[in-house]
């Protein structure tokens, strides 16, 4: 029925199955055929098998979509952590270099800087929230 190859301290026996009935097996190993009786089931394991579809794509499916910009910039968070403090608001006229939020990552407090100059025309998070990296936080127009 089934052959297996097996190494036991370092000796290494072929073992046949040659017959199963019941609970008692016929085997071969190396040659010599035994009887033995089988006590238990050994129990297949319940993992499950991952079996992949080939994916069919559409043409332009996968393609990725810029949205328009409203002219502003975007500022997104630089890694996960959580808004600690608010330095800015909607309207505020900010110069490159000013402190716009201070985040929290890491154990650390974080000061997230503008880019250029301009108003902050959006603000999509307030003290308290947890971002995660890439998140925008605010628009500057």
Known sequence: MKKYKFTI????????IKDLEDNVATIEVNGTKYEVQI??????TKTPKLIRKPVVQQ????????????GGMQVKAPLPGTIFKMNVAVGDQVKEGD?????EAMKMENQILAEK???????K?????????????LEIS
């Open 39 to 44: 006590k238990s089931e050994v129990k297949a």
């Open 99 to 103: 402190t716009l939020l201070i985040m």
């Open 9 to 16: 301290s370092g000796d290494e026996y072929d073992v046949h």
């Open 117 to 123: 100059d301009g108003q902050v025309s959006t603000i």
């Open 125 to 137: 998070v307030k003290e308290g929230d947890a971002v995660l990296q890439d998140d925008v936080l």
């Open 59 to 70: 043409p332009g499916e996968g393609m990725i979509k810029k949205k328009q910009s409203s």
